[in-house]
């Protein structure tokens, strides 16, 4: 339970209404109940504000007129709001101390107050920060670092040597650490893997999803740098370097050897692939499903997917791609032709 | 074993031929062994049913002449098939009770005849149902309610205040109840990530695949109705809702708040993403690897990829697509030039 | 520590330089410690042979000369540092035996020298060969068998009856044998699972990266041969063949039933998905993000994904594919009508 006093000390807000009504959990406009904050950030929600049940909002300045309830004005109520809803998050957290069923190698080091929960292995020589959060049935693999306040939760795999910084959360069922996709064929033919003998680096303030996919380098690192947030099901492969405070939403890859500079976002299901090592420079946005093959210069916003339509204007259209070429020649003979003709009526006489 | 005359009666079909004949197994048309059910249920297959070394046949009536085996005759041969190869499955269910390397919180209500194997977590006040299979590793996280009948694979993660209904199946590594992908930038450029305290809600009979992502909602649930199925490799982000019967194949993937009809079919590779919310009509089938960026309001069949051809062909015609623009301009007014001299052409008196 | 001398021996090159130097590591031509050896095998990296830290090189012939190091001469240095990395390759392997905390049901047959980990499950009547590695919370089951010396990483399930070769390596959290997405509509419009009673049948000598899923075939085997590689989050369904020696790269899928020949390579994100069985030729390679919706029956090289533009561009022009097939009618039209002209001013004799 908070009043609207305490939740406008740590939003640095300013109360519309009583004080001392009190909050006991959170909700959106539309489905907030009795005794629920709920928050306004978006003006496309602004008409649900009059129907709300919740008992108090967070908003910004220019929605405070006729708002039906009380209110607490702040500068950005998303953030506001998420700072509250914290307060409400049910999870529970792993018991303190270690798990009797958990198989702690004796040579880990491990900080103070840490959490670790049953059947959890950490291998040898691993260092695991103060306040760490290791779920049920993860697997820390040897020589591996865990930084302080890390949260990794159930079933995560983190392989040998991996790095990981501090304040990061990692979802159920990610890998971190898995060989990277190195194939040569031999003299006979015969596929061959190359070994991957670098690591995983991952800094401080990450987010990686559910069942993400994070390689090895082969000689080098792959790294993944502080504040990056990484979606369930996105795969980074050998060598990729992500650059901080970059996004990577649901099913977003990187092949090997990609470069990705600071504050990218990278929409669902975007794939970078090249011939060789691709590098996108910073402040780069790119849409869904598109496929990016060469590098990126400079920041902006970059697209390349086609679009849905009803499948009979669907089929009629896209088996014309494969005349694309073969009409862009073909109109340039023909404004060719026109324009020799407009010559020619003109007179002999011009042409001479 | 089962005599042809259970296998009618359980089918609702018609023997051809001896009722007393027993079969031991099931096996398709072109690999199935003496004493094997197969079945034929469409008209490419037909040519094999003269060559099949089964002992008997389901199909429908359409197909009886010339049958060179005994057969059943029945509606539907492929359901009527599935029926019987139910009975030959040969999947060991966990044991029955708790397996003494399980742990359960002592607030957890378990529903009789539940079968829990070797490491299971359940968390406190969960409530799992009668009949349910809990397989090696599973997690299931704190105030989780699990329907009866359903049978959960091994390492799949639940994740807290989950609700699942009954006769459901989920597949290994799956995650259920991840964080929604909230992050929103702070006044420093940080990026933070908005607490989800929504839940996941996913209804009776409904199919999820390996791998299969689905994320809590932000505030309110992430929904997934009765009777959907799912396959690997989906990702459901938060927020969504999915419609009864809805079909998801490998890999589709759904972006934060798209909302999905009934009896929807989304192929595989397809991703629904947009700038807000995506809703799609009821009855919509969307074709492989389709991008859908906007709602859809009809039901019907939608694509959007593009199709593969030689290497040459393609990279001759695909850098074209940025003048597609130009050249559709440029098209027009080679249209009006023509028009024009037409006009010019059937003299100056036409047009005065 | 290895001697430039054995190094020599074990990748049957020659030494330039003194055959005493020992080396501790291997690294990157731009990242390598002193102790370290290195390799060139791309010219692109030629330049950074001048300045590189590393104690040794392996080159091949042609970069032999101004090389500044002790040196090694080798046919195909990438396979010969592979070969040597493998000496350095750090990670623990699971203790020889098995795990007081692992699993293994009376009826299971275990090879010698088998390598069983914590909370590992193997259930009845499986073959585990010899040398065989079974990595944390691996879950394999009843009647599965696999062969000598393949390693499987942590949380991998192994579904029942699924057979895989000797010599392979299975990454974290990939899940083999879940079952096939087959789905039908009763007389109700509800859907039921078809029952997948086949197995997964795997090679020798293969690789499955990290969170890749396998589908046991409906009633037939879903079938991997020898020697094929495949990287993260690959997605192979029901009854697809895959034939030896090919390459899937991360996020590639194979709807059902689809058939891939030997020595193919599929980049990543591939998508291949027919209204009906699909067939791939032997020896075709298919580029990055390509859908491939039928047969392909000639070897070679394959695309059909999009190129990304700047979003201003991509806007402008992807919203014309819709007028695609009215654009070529019309230039057809002002072809003929252009064509028509030429023939009337040739004058009406010709014509006549």
Same mark, same amino acid.
């Given at each position: 339970?908070?009043?609207?006093?305490?939740?406008?000390?740590?939003?640095?807000?300013?109360?519309?209404?009583?004080?001392?009504?009190?909050?006991?959990?959170?909700?959106?406009?539309?489905?907030?109940?009795?005794?629920?904050?709920?928050?306004?950030?978006?003006?496309?929600?602004?008409?649900?504000?009059?129907?709300?049940?919740?008992?108090?909002?967070?908003?910004?300045?220019?929605?405070?007129?006729?708002?039906?309830?009380?209110?607490?004005?702040?500068?950005?109520?998303?953030?506001?709001?998420?700072?509250?809803?914290?307060?409400?998050?049910?999870?529970?957290?792993?018991?303190?101390?270690?798990?009797?069923?958990?198989?702690?190698?004796?040579?880990?080091?491990?900080?103070?107050?840490?959490?670790?929960?049953? &059947? *959890?292995?950490?291998?040898?020589?691993?260092? !695991? $920060?103060? @306040?760490?959060?290791?779920? =049920?049935?993860? /697997? #820390? +693999? %040897?020589?591996?670092?865990?930084?302080?306040?890390?949260?990794?939760?159930? &079933? *995560?795999?983190?392989?040998?040597?991996?790095? !990981? $910084?501090? @304040?990061?959360?990692?979802? =159920?069922?990610? /890998? #971190? +650490? %898995?060989?990277?996709?190195?194939?040569?064929?031999?003299?006979?033919?015969?596929?061959?893997?190359?070994?991957?003998?670098?690591?995983?680096?991952?800094?401080?303030?990450?987010?990686?999803?559910? /069942?993400?996919?994070?390689?090895?380098?082969?000689?080098?690192?792959?790294?993944?740098?502080?504040?990056?947030?990484?979606?369930?099901?996105?795969?980074?492969?050998?060598?990729?370097?992500?650059?901080?405070?970059?996004?990577?939403?649901?099913?977003?890859?990187?092949?090997?050897?990609?470069?990705?500079?600071?504050?990218?976002?990278?929409?669902?299901?975007?794939?970078?692939?090249?011939?060789?090592?691709?590098?996108?420079?910073?402040?780069?946005?790119?849409?869904?499903?598109?496929?990016?093959?060469?590098?990126?210069?400079?920041?902006?916003?970059?697209?390349?997917?086609?679009?849905?339509?009803?499948?009979?204007?669907?089929?009629?259209?896209?088996?014309?791609?494969?005349?694309?070429?073969?009409?862009?020649?073909?109109?340039?003979?023909?404004?060719?032709?026109?324009?020799?003709?407009?010559?020619?009526?003109?007179?002999?006489?011009?042409?001479?």
């Amino acid at each position: 339970m908070l009043s609207l006093a305490e939740i406008a000390q740590r939003t640095q807000g300013r109360v519309i209404g009583d004080e001392l009504i009190y909050i006991s959990g959170v909700g959106s406009l539309a489905n907030a109940r009795k005794g629920d904050l709920t928050y306004l950030s978006n003006q496309r929600y602004r008409s649900q504000l009059q129907n709300t049940r919740a008992t108090a909002v967070l908003l910004s300045e220019q929605n405070v007129a006729n708002c039906p309830i009380p209110a607490i004005v702040v500068g950005n109520p998303q953030l506001a709001f998420a700072t509250i809803a914290r307060e409400f998050d049910k999870r529970e957290h792993v018991a303190l101390g270690i798990d009797s069923t958990a198989r702690i190698d004796s040579t880990a080091r491990l900080g103070e107050d840490v959490r670790i929960g049953p &059947n *959890v292995i950490v291998g040898s020589h691993c260092e !695991i $920060g103060a @306040h760490v959060e290791l779920c =049920a049935n993860v /697997s #820390i +693999g %040897a020589h591996a670092k865990i930084g302080p306040n890390t949260s990794i939760r159930e &079933n *995560v795999v983190v392989y040998h040597d991996v790095q !990981i $910084g501090s @304040h990061c959360t990692i979802h =159920a069922n990610t /890998s #971190i +650490g %898995a060989d990277g996709f190195g194939i040569a064929a031999d003299d006979k033919g015969q596929l061959q893997e190359i070994p991957q003998v670098g690591r995983v680096r991952i800094g401080d303030d990450v987010l990686l999803g559910a /069942s993400v996919t994070i390689d090895r380098g082969t000689i080098d690192d792959t790294v993944v740098h502080d504040n990056v947030k990484i979606d369930d099901q996105v795969h980074i492969a050998h060598n990729c370097v992500v650059g901080a405070h970059s996004i990577l939403c649901g099913r977003a890859s990187l092949a090997g050897s990609v470069t990705l500079g600071e504050y990218c976002v990278l929409a669902g299901g975007v794939g970078i692939a090249g011939e060789g090592p691709v590098s996108i420079a910073s402040g780069v946005e790119i849409g869904a499903m598109t496929f990016v093959s060469r590098d990126i210069a400079e920041p902006g916003r970059y697209s390349g997917a086609t679009l849905h339509t009803d499948n009979r204007t669907w089929r009629r259209n896209v088996l014309r791609l494969n005349e694309l070429d073969s009409m862009a020649k073909r109109l340039r003979h023909v404004e060719n032709l026109l324009q020799n003709r407009e010559r020619n009526d003109a007179g002999p006489s011009s042409a001479g």
